[in-house]
Nanobody, 126 residues
């Protein structure tokens, strides 16, 4: 069974950090691009970061550049999203996904997603 599972979400104060992890089962995550998306209440789901299968190409949304870092550990079949200096506007459900992202010329958008995780809640509040 092909499955993606996120972990690491929670409640954090503004300026704090969280590290999200995405674990794959039933397939080799390292053969595909992986994306992190988020959906805040009342808003559309948006791409936060995408990383190619090798890790050589990475995309960040402007809103998270300089604060979020995506990485992958293909030996463990996992992808991580390190989130620093979190802001209240980062509050959302975060999803990892299998995406068709091979280079910086590809788009990190919903239309390229072929498989979703169930999501993990991130709440940034004092």
């Amino acid at each position: 069974q092909v499955q993606l599972e996120e972990s690491g979400g929670g409640l954090v104060q503004p300026g704090g950090s969280l590290r999200l992890s995405c674990a794959a089962s039933g397939f080799t995550l390292g053969n595909y691009g992986t994306g992190w998306f988020r959906q805040a209440p009342g808003k559309e789901r948006e791409g936060v970061s995408c990383i190619s299968s090798s890790g050589g190409s990475i995309y960040y949304a402007d809103s998270v550049k300089g604060r979020f870092t995506v990485s992958r550990d293909n030996a463990k079949n996992m992808v991580h999203l390190q989130m620093n200096n979190l802001k209240p506007e980062d509050t959302a459900v975060y999803f990892c996904a299998e995406v068709a992202f091979r280079s910086v010329h590809d788009l990190c958008i919903l239309a390229t997603v072929s498989n979703w995780g169930q999501g993990t809640q991130v709440t940034v509040s004092s």
